[in-house]
Nanobody, 123 residues
């Protein structure tokens, strides 16, 4: 099994920045693809960004790529999401996810999930 633990969420004002972290433990050799998703109240879970360790590729949702940056450290089995110029519409629970291979940006194709970290952007 693989365990994912997110951290770094919080309450911020519009225009502020946050850095989310996700650490994987357990059978991490099973993982090649790690990603961030978010889910706002009443909305479906949406893809934010992902990284493939083997392909060394990063994929980011178009609507946030000018503000959000995913990075990773394969040696630590960790991924990070730097979020700048946050907006109220970024308010959501942010989830870290992982799976054995790279694939589509569909939440139901990921096998492992963290518990989520709340990000609230409000003045």
């Amino acid at each position: 099994q693989v365990q994912l633990v997110e951290s770094g969420g919080g309450l911020v004002q519009p225009g502020d920045s946050l850095r989310l972290s996700c650490a994987a433990s357990g059978q991490t050799l099973k993982i090649d693809d790690m990603a961030w998703f978010r889910q706002a109240p009443g909305k479906s879970r949406e893809f934010i960004a992902s990284i493939s360790w083997s392909g060394r590729t990063i994929s980011t949702r178009d609507s946030v790529k000018d503000r959000f940056t995913l990075s990773g450290d394969n040696t630590k089995n960790a991924v990070y999401l730097q979020m700048n110029n946050l907006k109220p519409e970024d308010t959501a629970v942010y989830y870290c996810a992982a799976r054995p291979t790279q694939g589509d940006r569909l939440w139901n194709e990921y096998d492992y999930w963290g518990q989520g970290t709340q990000v609230t952007v409000s003045s």
